[in-house]
Structure formats: structure tokens, C-alpha cells
């Protein structure tokens, strides 16, 4: 049940907080039973920090640093 209502709550809020400066990526985490919205950002600062909510409808969000993300060549298949 947890797991429709945050699912819910991202297509509700992804947009919004995937065009914050800085987001990289926006998902759910946790567990089944404790599901969080996760919030990926190349370099957390002051300013994102406030511009991201603590919470959403009621789900907790966890901001998870990744650093850089560049896309990889893709290997040739064999």
C-alpha cells in the first residue's frame, strides 16, 4: 500500500524537483514497508539544500550526493 502512495507522490512531484538546479535524479529508496523519495545531486550546497522539501505528502526525502555523472561510451556488443 505504502508503495502506490509514494509512487503517487514522485509522478505528483518529480517534475518539479528534477528541474531544481543541481537534482540529477529523483527516485524512490527505503524499504517496502518505509519507502523515501531520494533525491541524487551532483554537489549538495546551501542553497540546494533549502530549495529541497524534508518531506513530501507525508514520505521523507533523503538527498543522496553522486558527484559528477557523465555518460559512458556504449561497449560494442560482441
Known amino acids: 500500500m505504502q508503495m502506490k502512495k509514494i509512487q503517487s507522490v514522485l509522478a505528483k512531484h518529480e517534475q518539479s524537483l528534477a528541474a531544481i538546479p543541481g537534482v540529477t535524479s529523483v527516485g524512490i ?3 517496502p514497508d518505509h519507502p523515501i523519495l531520494l533525491v541524487t545531486v551532483e554537489r549538495l550546497t ?3 539544500r ?3 522539501p524534508d518531506n513530501l505528502d507525508g514520505f521523507p526525502v533523503t538527498i543522496e550526493v553522486s558527484g ?3 555518460a559512458q561510451p556504449a561497449k560494442p556488443r560482441p
Do not use: I, P
Request: hydrophobic fraction near 40%; proline fraction near 0%; glycine fraction near 24%.
Open 29 to 31: 529508496g527505503g524499504s
Open 46 to 48: 546551501d542553497g540546494l
Open 50 to 52: 533549502q530549495a529541497l
Open 68 to 70: 559528477a555523472v557523465t
